[in-house]
């Protein structure tokens, strides 16, 4: 019955699960895929020549407090736990991150208490007149030049490709420092890899006898006429044709080598040098600590600017991205029949237990609304909740 089929544009995290929800609620759902597998930015796959799985689009690790998004990724796959450790590469010397007592001992080489370096950190602040006002004066306030310059100032031009003192104070202000000796990167009750990785779990939620999914299938607004309500996850500008022209991304370029034994001792090092081209080396045996792999595939990463044929992965942010952002999210929100979902759609960073529980936020509202013979919020989210993460795991 056509009241009761939704168009679901996206088979990434986002878009299979609030599929999945809507199914379970008696929905038809039919699913577009302009790739040919699942999974969108969290696609992951086995390497032909090293067995190794590998996440094609950067490190994707799952961290979460929440016991309902947790109990729900349990249904489709076996997660298993994990201990994300990063380090980074600055001066020549590799330290530990996020900035924690360890770094700070070996940095200055001093043996501090916690206490003693909260005290050294407070010191060496830069102090201003008045509030930071952007990324780079909240750096120097919360950490000072030193560590400032170290660990920040280059790989944020790396990373952004723009000057920090563009990018938003409050950015900065989401970077953990910790004065403890835990080297463990997240701090959350669950922290997991699938254990056939993200595709798999991913093909799984879409595996229901209601859904149906078209791969190497394009986003044609036109196509969203033959359905009760259409959820949307891509590039929310794509969506309106670029009417008003198009989100500042960044993209990615992944080098991928390979060799025998281990490249480092860790999945991640992150590179702060301007000097260093890539901004970080992920080696991607260290995820699944429970295969036994004797030879390694690692990955050199390199940010720049996204141009029209490329993958868009991190909102740039700058005043004028969220000047035209508003645009479209006003846009959004005066069409009906169409909710935008996940972080494309919102142009927004999202952690994937945020875009779950988003989803799953807005597979009920839509159900509700449908249900009760209402129209189904467009589910866009302000785009200046970002949450873009620099110097970080990211994900």
Request: net charge neutral; hydrophobic share 40%; aromatic share 10%.
């Amino acid at each position: 019955m056509n009241n009761r089929r939704i168009l679901v544009i996206g088979a990434g995290l986002s878009g299979a699960t609030a599929a999945r929800v809507l199914a379970e609620r008696g929905f038809a759902i039919t699913v577009t895929e302009r790739e040919s597998h699942p999974g969108g930015h969290c696609h992951s796959y086995r390497d032909a020549e090293t067995g190794i799985m590998v996440h094609a689009h950067g490190p994707h690790i799952l961290h979460s407090d929440s016991s309902e998004v947790w109990a729900f990724l349990q249904r489709f796959a076996q997660l298993r736990p994990y201990r994300h450790t990063v380090r980074a590469v600055t001066g020549g010397r590799t330290y530990p991150l996020p900035i924690m007592l360890a770094t700070l001992r070996q940095f200055f080489g001093r043996d501090f208490t916690p206490d003693e370096a909260q005290a050294h950190l407070a010191a060496m602040a830069r102090q201003y007149p008045r509030p930071p006002a952007n990324f780079e004066e909240q750096g120097r306030a919360l950490l000072g030049d030193a560590l400032y310059e170290g660990f920040f100032d280059g790989y944020t031009r790396k990373q952004w490709g723009v000057e920090p003192c563009l990018l938003p104070a409050s950015t900065m202000r989401r970077i953990p420092v910790r004065f403890s000796d835990d080297l463990s990167y997240y701090h959350h009750s669950n922290v997991a890899i699938p254990e056939q990785g993200y595709t798999a779990m991913i093909a799984t939620m879409l595996d229901h006898p209601a859904i149906s999914v078209r791969y190497g299938a394009m986003a044609e607004p036109a196509l969203a006429a033959a359905f009760r309500h259409t959820i949307y996850t891509g590039p929310i500008d794509a969506w309106f044709g670029h009417r008003w022209g198009r989100l500042s991304y960044r993209t990615l370029d992944f080098e991928v080598l390979r060799g025998t034994g281990t490249f480092q001792d860790v999945a991640q090092v992150n590179y702060c040098d301007l000097s260093v081209p890539w901004t970080r080396i992920t080696e991607y045996k260290h995820f699944t600590p429970w295969e036994r792999q004797d030879a390694t595939l690692y990955v050199r990463e390199t940010s720049r600017a996204c141009g029209a044929a490329d993958i868009p992965y991190y909102p740039l942010r700058l005043a004028v991205d969220d000047s035209l952002a508003h645009r479209y999210l006003a846009a959004a929100h005066a069409s009906s029949g169409i909710s935008f979902v996940g972080r494309l759609a919102t142009y927004r960073y999202l952690d994937m237990d945020v875009a779950v529980a988003e989803a799953l936020m807005a597979a009920r509202g839509i159900a509700e609304a449908l249900n009760g013979g209402a129209a189904p919020p467009a589910s866009v989210d302000d785009p200046g909740a970002t949450s873009a993460k620099v110097q970080s795991g990211r994900r």
